[in-house]
């Protein structure tokens, strides 16, 4: 079992910046990616980031590419997301992801979600 808790959430004025924390606890591999996703209400879940946990290699959709940047510490066990730019668009509930081969999270599946953080962009 993986335990994934996230951190960093909370409200911000349109084009400020957050950070949030994503620490993995349990069994972790060095084969996991991780990801973040979101899900506004009414819509479906997004992926708006992935990372491998053993070659950094990234992934982002064009909705946030330049914006966001996801980055791992891999003593920590902790990925992040840091997120500039911010619009009120980005308002979600943002959910960290683990997927234990690297296959799931681009199809919008993960084996592993925490339980989430509130993010509020006010215009």
């Known amino acids: 079992q993986v335990q994934l808790v996230e951190s960093g959430g909370g409200l911000v004025q349109a084009g400020g910046s957050l950070r949030l924390s994503c620490a993995a606890s349990?069994?972790?591999?060095?084969?996991?990616?991780m990801g973040w996703f979101r899900q506004a209400p009414g819509k479906e879940r997004e992926l708006v980031a992935t990372?491998?946990?053993?070659?950094?290699?990234?992934y982002y959709p064009d909705s946030v590419k330049g914006r966001f940047t996801i980055s791992r510490d891999n003593a920590k066990n902790t990925v992040y997301l840091q997120m500039n730019s911010l619009k009120p668009e980005d308002t979600a509930v943002y959910l960290c992801?683990?997927?234990?081969?690297?296959?799931?999270?681009?199809?919008?599946?993960?084996?592993?979600w925490g339980q989430g953080t509130q993010v509020t962009v006010s215009s």
């Open positions: 992801a683990a997927d234990v081969a690297g296959n799931k999270l681009r199809r919008g599946n993960a084996d592993y």
């Open positions: 349990g069994r972790t591999f060095s084969s996991y990616a």
């Open positions: 990372i491998t946990w053993r070659y950094g290699s990234t």
